[in-house]
């Protein structure tokens, strides 16, 4: 079920050809990385291409930390625990939230992008978001493989994010 197309592995060779080397930044760095349980065939995604994104600019396995959360909404929490404990030099938030037909999941991306934002302020640690809310998703094969697919190109769009705000903060700090 979490197969990628042809046409995905060639989009991530695509953005990996033109990817800054972050090699040192990568060498150097530990991620956690945060997934919410609900929607994993589609959240793996992500996280699967951010861990391969990471990994092939020269991040260790060893060094990326990865934590389950219930749901989407329980991911600032962990990310505050996370950036608190100075184990991390980023953080990254996976998850799908959907639309079930009512307003909640407008309430729950709000609190989950707002929260992510404050712990990155409160901890000045880079605090990352894969987390996406699609206008309409509904599990039937075609939309299904659209998000699986545009999850592995956010998973790699996030790693590159997370390696360049990490050097950039590591530019500022050594003046």
């Not at 389950?68 to 600032?76: M, Q, Y």
């Not at 190109?153 to 990490?166: M, N, P, R, W, Y």
């Given at each position: ?106 309430f729950v991306s709000s609190a989950v992008i707002d929260g992510l934002m404050r712990v990155q302020l409160d901890t000045d640690v880079p605090v990352l978001s894969a987390v996406l809310t699609p206008r309409d998703f509904h599990e ?36």
């Open positions: 079920m979490n197969q990628t197309s042809t046409a995905v592995v060639s989009s991530i060779s695509s953005a990996v050809a033109t990817a800054p080397a972050w090699g040192g930044v990568a060498r150097n760095s530990r991620v956690a990385v945060i997934c919410a349980s609900w929607h994993t065939d589609v959240v793996h995604q992500a996280r699967d291409a951010l861990v391969g994104e990471l990994t092939q600019q020269g991040m260790p396995a060893t060094q990326i930390a990865h934590f389950d959360v219930p749901g989407a909404f329980e991911i600032p929490l962990m990310a505050k625990r996370l950036a608190l404990s100075g184990r991390f030099d980023a953080i990254i938030g996976c998850a799908l939230v959907v639309n079930g037909g009512i307003y909640r999941h407008e039937h094969a075609d939309h299904l493989e659209f998000f699986r697919s545009h999850f592995v190109k956010k998973g790699v769009e996030v790693a590159q994010s997370c390696l360049g705000a990490i050097a950039q903060l590591q530019r500022v700090e050594a003046g």
